[in-house]
């Protein structure tokens, strides 16, 4: 397949697996996880899937899509996809694996922010939640995607490696004019 057509349909699979389509991929196993945990650490817990809470005694988590962290796994996508010349074997490795780092890292986080609210109180679980969440998500993302370069060693870098070809492809095509 010509190189053209392979960039249109790796930005086009950016915009088909959104941030949306991601949220409903991994909101079951992202409020599963934590409450298999919690409830195997032994905390008096009860999921409702309806409304998207975990209670926890007299506490209710409510899941909003933020938890399940979409964006993080539409950015580690949007790496991959715009990293020239891989194939499509490695492409779906590097985001399952990547997806499952993501996945773990995040029911940690549920999990450590559930146990805080529960022996801590709300002030302590907003400061760590607000940490987690601001400072901590997009770091996460990066350390994950340098994992997967160290891992799979990719030659290209995203969206660097297109320009340059394209821009060379462009000056040859203007050479081949005069």
């Known amino acids: 397949m010509k190189y053209e057509y392979k960039l249109f349909l790796r930005v086009l699979f950016i915009f088909l697996f959104n941030a949306k389509i991601m949220y409903y991929l991994f909101f079951i196993p992202t409020i599963i996880f934590p409450y298999l ?15 998207s809470n975990l209670y926890l005694d007299n506490i209710i988590l409510n899941f909003i899509s933020a938890c399940v962290a979409s964006t993080a796994y539409h950015l580690l ?3 991959i996809l715009l990293t020239k010349d891989l194939n499509i074997k490695k492409i779906v490795s590097m985001f399952l694996l990547g997806s499952l780092m993501i996945l773990a890292i995040n029911i940690i986080r549920v999990v450590v922010l559930s146990y805080t609210f529960i022996n801590y109180g709300y002030e302590a679980f907003n400061s760590l939640h607000l940490l ?5 998500a997009s770091v996460i993302v990066f350390l994950i995607w340098i994992i997967l370069i160290k891992i799979y060693k990719p030659k290209a870098i995203p969206v660097i490696s297109d320009l340059i070809y394209l821009y060379n492809l462009v000056k040859k095509k203007k050479r081949a004019r005069k």
């Open 37 to 51: 945990i919690l409830k195997i650490i032994g905390f008096n817990i009860m999921l409702d899937f309806s409304n």
């Open 77 to 79: 996508l949007i790496l």
């Open 132 to 136: 987690l969440w601001r400072g901590a």
